[in-house]
């Protein structure tokens, strides 16, 4: 192979391998996201069945939003930019209910879906 060919040859390898690996990241990042918002969902639904069981108990709505936090923001370390700070935000929502507030609980729980949506978005 002649120099010239050789470059092109070399130029062309690499623009194929850059072109791939983006490829394969926007894939694992898309994997990414789903994996975060499926352990999301699965928080969210563990404290709505916690929240459910023990409807009339302030402490145990406190210690179920706790978990719930604590765990959301395990999971947010994970991960960055807007799927973090979407995770961070739920994250909050539960902190917000600590104190087993229950007046509260029926309005965070109607704000669920638009944290879900928040996290769902940030993959996208």
């Keep these: 192979m002649t120099p010239p060919r050789r470059r092109l040859a070399v130029a062309a390898a690499t623009l194929s391998l850059a072109v791939l690996t983006t490829a394969c990241g926007a894939l694992g990042q898309a994997v990414d996201c789903n994996t975060a918002a499926n352990e999301a969902t699965k928080i969210m639904t563990d404290w709505s069945s916690e929240v459910t069981k023990n409807a009339a108990d302030a402490k145990a709505i406190g210690t179920a939003s706790a978990t719930a936090?604590?765990?959301?923001?395990?999971?947010?370390?994970?991960?960055?930019?807007?799927?973090?700070?979407?995770?961070?935000?739920?994250?909050?929502?539960?902190?917000s209910l600590e104190k087993g507030d229950l007046a509260q609980v029926s309005e965070f729980t109607g704000k669920m879906n638009g944290f879900s949506s928040k996290i769902t978005s940030a993959c996208t």
């Excluded at 807007?82 to 961070?88: R, S």
Aim: glycine share 12%; hydrophobic share 40%.
């Design 69 to 95: 936090a604590d765990k959301t923001k395990e999971l947010a370390g994970k991960y960055d930019g807007e799927v973090a700070a979407a995770l961070n935000d739920l994250a909050s929502g539960f902190e």
